[in-house]
Nanobody, 119 residues
Framework: QVKLVESGGGLVQAGGSLRLSCAAS????????MGWYRQRPGEQREMIAI??????TNADSLKGRFIISRDHAKNTVYLQMNNLKPEDTAVYFC??????????????WGQGTQVTVSS
């Protein structure tokens, strides 16, 4: 059973940094893509960044402050968050995607990790 586990969330002051990690277990394959999303209070889940073998897609509003990276050998994806602002307070979710040889796409989500930025 594939499982994604996020870590690294917590409470930080505005202007600070955090690094989130998402480790995948139970996957006998490499994901086609891995990425990060967040859901702020009262809002819909939004994409932060996704990385694939073809490259990286970033949300324009967060580009430059949030940096995604991936360790393929460890099936792990990271999110470096710099110059955090109170409006970055949200639950951050890891996402992974795999399309098998039959063309069936499977999407996996972590349980989320809370990031709270105080002013």
């Amino acid at each position: 059973q594939v499982k994604l586990v996020e870590s690294g969330g917590g409470l930080v002051q505005a202007g600070g940094s955090l690094r989130l990690s998402c480790a995948a277990s139970g996957a006998p394959f490499k994901f086609d893509s891995m990425g990060w999303y967040r859901q702020r209070p009262g809002e819909q889940r939004e994409m932060i960044a996704i990385t694939t073998t073809a490259g990286t897609t970033n949300a324009d509003s967060l580009k430059g402050r949030f940096i995604i990276s991936r360790d393929h050998a460890k099936n792990t994806v990271y999110l470096q968050m710099n110059n955090l602002k109170p409006e970055d307070t949200a639950v951050y979710f890891c996402n992974a995607d795999k399309t098998d040889y039959e063309g069936i796409e499977r999407v996996y989500w972590g349980q989320g990790t809370q990031v709270t930025v105080s002013s």
